[in-house]
């Protein structure tokens, strides 16, 4: 994972480097480095990739069902992470930073995208946790990866602001966690969370039936 980091940290040097140089201006926000912060910056850069990999590759999977445009969303993700690390507030949790700024670029791929979800197209799937449900279905009775790949696919088919909040429900996310990240009250995440499940046990049981 370590040496998966420094090869993020590389491109994101060259892309950044190469489309604006050291200095960039996001936002109306201009920031420049140091020599001494650009160096500490890397070592945070590193270390938030190590620990956050995980994390966004999931929620990319809950968007994007190809292996190579899910690589090109990583790679965006993590050079708009080292862009935006100079504004990193030291009180703000690094968890809640970096999943905006993914949900960010995703939502920005969701509303390009022209939207066909065919179950061929999907390659692979990230692990994304069962829906526990009071009764045993079909669906609980296929294999693990069945399961994944099943409910990756359903969750593609539902609206931007329902992928946002189940992706980030699945990470195991608070309410809390979730209105940060997505600049909405926890009441509407509740909302929006509950929909999103009502609608993905529609799918899957459609998927059974059909």
């Given at each position: 994972?370590?040496?998966?980091?420094?090869?993020?940290?590389?491109k994101?040097?060259?892309?950044s480097?190469?489309?604006?140089?050291?200095?960039?201006?996001e936002s109306s926000?201009?920031c420049s480095?140091?020599?001494?912060?650009?160096?500490?910056?890397?070592?945070?850069f590193?270390?938030?990739m190590t620990e956050?990999?995980?994390l966004l590759r999931h929620?990319?999977?809950?968007?994007?069902?190809?292996?190579?445009?899910?690589?090109e969303l990583?790679q965006?993700?993590?050079?708009?992470?080292?862009?935006?690390?100079p504004?990193f507030r030291?009180?703000?949790?690094v968890?809640?930073?970096?999943a905006?700024i993914?949900?960010?670029?995703l939502a920005?791929?969701v509303?390009?995208a022209?939207k066909?979800?065919k179950?061929?197209?999907?390659?692979?799937?990230a692990?994304?946790?069962n829906?526990a449900?009071?009764q045993k279905?079909?669906y609980?009775?296929l294999?693990?990866s069945q399961?994944?790949q099943?409910?990756?696919?359903?969750?593609?088919?539902?609206?931007?602001e329902?992928?946002?909040?189940i992706t980030?429900a699945?990470?195991?996310?608070?309410?809390q966690?979730?209105?940060?990240?997505?600049v909405?009250?926890?009441?509407l995440?509740?909302v929006?969370?509950?929909?999103?499940?009502?609608?993905?046990?529609?799918?899957l049981?459609g998927?059974?039936n059909g």
């Amino acid at each position: 994972m370590l040496n998966s980091s420094k090869l993020i940290l590389s491109k994101a040097q060259l892309s950044s480097a190469t489309a604006e140089g050291i200095e960039y201006k996001e936002s109306s926000l201009e920031c420049s480095y140091s020599e001494v912060k650009y160096v500490d910056n890397q070592a945070v850069f590193t270390e938030w990739m190590t620990e956050h990999e995980k994390l966004l590759r999931h929620i990319i999977t809950g968007f994007e069902a190809k292996l190579a445009i899910q690589d090109e969303l990583f790679q965006e993700i993590a050079l708009n992470i080292w862009r935006a690390l100079p504004k990193f507030r030291q009180d703000a949790a690094v968890k809640t930073f970096v999943a905006r700024i993914a949900h960010n670029v995703l939502a920005t791929h969701v509303a390009k995208a022209v939207k066909t979800v065919k179950t061929s197209d999907i390659e692979s799937c990230a692990e994304v946790e069962n829906i526990a449900t009071t009764q045993k279905t079909p669906y609980q009775s296929l294999n693990q990866s069945q399961r994944q790949q099943k409910l990756a696919n359903a969750i593609r088919q539902l609206k931007l602001e329902q992928q946002q909040v189940i992706t980030l429900a699945l990470e195991g996310m608070s309410y809390q966690e979730i209105a940060d990240i997505l600049v909405i009250t926890t009441n509407l995440v509740g909302v929006r969370l509950q929909r999103a499940k009502t609608l993905l046990a529609q799918l899957l049981e459609g998927a059974e039936n059909g």
